[in-house]
């Protein structure tokens, strides 16, 4: 695959996500929706550039349900940013390569 970020299922949530050392940045999308697809390539270099500090994982919710609707996540793109296992902030939509950066940076 060779992608950056790491796809993440509704079994494997708990362990890469609530139990991860570092944050984890969670972006629920989907193959159907554009403004998910639009944000993929940002993701992917954020994931490079903040590899070892921040982790980015992509679930999609309409092979793995539950996740997001533990979340209570209404529309997509939705991004989640764990800290320690707990939600620490979320934005939904499309945002450029920048807004995301400075979401990620305000959030850690």
Do not use: H
Not at 46 to 68: F, H, M, Q, R
Not at 92 to 99: D, I, L, S
């Amino acid at each position: 695959m060779g992608a950056a970020t790491v796809a993440v299922t509704d079994a494997t949530f708990d362990a890469e996500v609530r139990q991860s050392p570092i944050p984890v940045v969670v972006d629920f999308w989907a193959e159907w929706c554009g403004p998910c697809r639009q944000i993929g390539p940002a993701l992917e270099e954020l994931a490079t550039e903040y590899a070892g500090k921040v982790k980015i994982v992509k679930v999609n919710v309409d092979e793995n349900p539950d996740s997001p609707a533990v979340l209570g996540v209404r529309g997509i793109p939705a991004l989640f940013l764990f800290k320690d296992g707990q939600v620490v902030s979320n934005k939904t939509g499309a945002a450029p390569k920048a807004a995301l950066a400075n979401w990620i940076n305000s959030a850690i």
